[in-house]
């Protein structure tokens, strides 16, 4: 029998599931202190919290047979995953759970924004019979522009063709074939922002998305606009919104998040061009059910079958794995992070998976999921995960082949990974020396040695003498210090490389001063995941034999 603890306020339709199973025991503990809560958690094999139970390091330390933590929604920020992979510890969410209810309140957004609804009911109740303030727009003919094509982003475009609306639809896994699929029209950025008369956008958090929707952004869209947020607070500047709003070249917005919940800034709140609702994209009666249908069914999958579906953290290797694939973890990881920037950011359509020397006679699965997950994370940033990470790449189209060679590529061991996107294509190979580490030695056709490091600047250039020179004394005026540099080359006096470790990063300007050196061609930051930011999302959690 397995005993499950419920603390936080969860549908019991959605945990019917585990309530009539015979190997499972549910018992409920609703706001149970947190003194209590140590006390007894050592008595439970799972525990399925919402949002008010903080599952702390200190909490999990009297958790010696918990085995998983559900959390019935999508953010874990109040369970501690890093303290529950050290601990072993299975950490699983609902992430589709809420996309109907998280569609519907987008499309009830729009409009309540494009006819002022909460405006007009708020005066009326306050006694003011108003109807010449509150002339809107309708959808019908308008062009709404979805940053965001994922599971959410495709729904709100389906509902909003029903309102006779033009979808303009952007993602970096978006191909024609499934924009013409779904009767949308695929766009860039930049388009949608000319085009649009209504944006809402449905992209993770990630350093690419934070602040996407700036004042230079804003200078961009047609006068008139207006926004929809329901995704995460932080995609779009508050401040330069509230600016473009006051300027009167955004007609208005409708938020549900903000940088910092609970919302105080007056800007916002006060705005009477601005709605806002408090982060209700996920509270519905049917969501909260399905949240925990999910969460539910895949507690007896873990326990009944070893199957994970929705894991934030990573199932255990065997130990004698772990011994020999653990130096190639890391690097399998920075390779799909450098691989997929040198694609310059597009998503790959194809992937191709080679290993040679001595690891082809490993179990390469962890490492290939590795690799496929360093490349998915640039634009999926913490939704991707071990367990997910084939069926997120099915779910975007994206194919992926895996060969083992017997050849011999002049190393011991040598990685060489390759993503491709139409006629683009990039590659990197890498290999572990003994005594060395991690080195990547193949970038593209050229042959280089470089250890992987947080901020490596590429450059492309002709090879003509003095270039190393300069490159070395721009980064100088700008006071950057080089860790290491390499060059490569395939024929003299041709194109070649240059790849320079750095102490920090390097911003747009230096970047454009360096294309301005006669016979550079392109200098591009590449940045990689820290060896203490990867270690803390792995994870060591019960052996599963199947996933």
């Not at 993602?171 to 766009?187: F, M, Q």
Request: aromatic fraction near 4%; charged fraction near 25%.
């Amino acid at each position: 029998m397995y005993k499950i603890l419920v603390t936080d306020g969860i549908s019991d339709t959605g945990l019917k599931s585990l309530f009539d199973h015979p190997h499972f025991v549910v018992e409920r503990q609703p706001t149970l202190p947190t003194v209590e809560l140590k006390n007894i958690i050592g008595d439970y094999d799972a525990l399925i919290v919402r949002s008010q139970t903080k599952v702390t390091e200190e909490l999990l330390e009297a958790a010696d047979k918990l085995r998983v933590i559900a959390r019935a929604g999508v953010g874990v920020d109040n369970i501690d995953v890093n303290a529950a992979t050290r601990k072993g510890i299975i950490v699983i969410n609902a992430p589709g759970a809420n996309t109907i209810a998280a569609t519907e309140h987008t499309l009830a957004m729009m409009l309540s924004l494009a006819r002022k609804i909460p405006q007009a009911h708020e005066k009326t109740v306050s006694g003011i019979w108003d109807r010449n303030s509150f002339k809107g727009v309708e959808l019908y003919k308008k062009t709404l522009g979805v940053i965001g094509m994922g599971k959410i982003g495709v729904e709100v475009a389906k509902r909003a063709k029903s309102f006779g609306m033009n979808i303009l639809g952007f993602d970096p896994y978006l191909t024609e074939e499934r924009a013409n699929k779904l009767g949308i029209t695929k766009a860039s950025l930049d388009i949608i922002a000319q085009e649009s008369d209504f944006i809402t956008v449905h992209t993770p958090l990630t350093n690419d998305t934070r602040g996407l929707i700036n004042d230079e952004y804003l200078r961009k869209t047609k006068k008139g606009v207006r926004f929809v947020n329901c995704a995460r607070g932080g995609i779009i500047d508050e401040k330069a919104l509230v600016r473009a709003i006051q300027e009167g070249h955004v007609a208005g917005a409708a938020l549900d998040v903000f940088e910092k919940e609970p919302v105080a800034n007056p800007e916002l709140l006060q705005n009477p061009n601005i709605i806002v609702t408090p982060h209700l994209g996920a509270s519905t009666v049917e969501a909260q059910e399905k949240v925990a249908e999910e969460v539910s069914a895949e507690i007896i999958e873990i326990f009944e079958k070893q199957s994970i579906q929705n894991a934030v953290n990573m199932p255990q290797m065997s130990g004698e794995t772990q011994a020999k694939l653990q130096p190639y973890l890391l690097l399998g990881d920075q390779m799909g992070q450098l691989v997929v920037q040198l694609l310059k950011g597009n998503a790959p359509a194809k992937i191709e998976i080679n290993y040679y020397g001595d690891l082809i006679g490993e179990d390469t699965e962890l490492l290939t999921r590795t690799l496929l997950k360093g490349i998915l994370s640039y634009h999926l940033s913490d939704s991707v995960n071990l367990i997910n990470v084939l069926h997120l790449l099915k779910e975007q189209g994206v194919s992926y082949n895996v060969q083992k060679n017997a050849t011999n590529k002049g190393f011991a061991n040598y990685m060489e990974l390759s993503v491709s996107q139409g006629k683009d294509s990039a590659k990197v190979g890498a290999t572990v020396l003994n005594g060395y580490g991690a080195r990547i030695v193949k970038i593209n056709q050229y042959r280089i040695d470089i250890k992987p490091e947080k901020h490596l600047l590429y450059v492309k250039h002709q090879d003509m003498p003095g270039m190393i020179g300069k490159v070395g004394s721009l980064l100088g005026d700008y006071q950057i210090n080089i860790g290491t540099m390499q060059v490569g080359r395939t024929t003299i006096g041709g194109e070649a490389i240059m790849c320079l470790t750095l102490d920090k990063k390097v911003d747009a300007n230096v970047l454009r001063a360096l294309t301005l050196i006669d016979g550079l061609n392109e200098a591009q930051l590449l940045e990689l995941a820290s060896v203490d930011s990867f270690e803390a999302g792995r994870v060591k959690p019960q052996k599963v034999e199947s996933i």
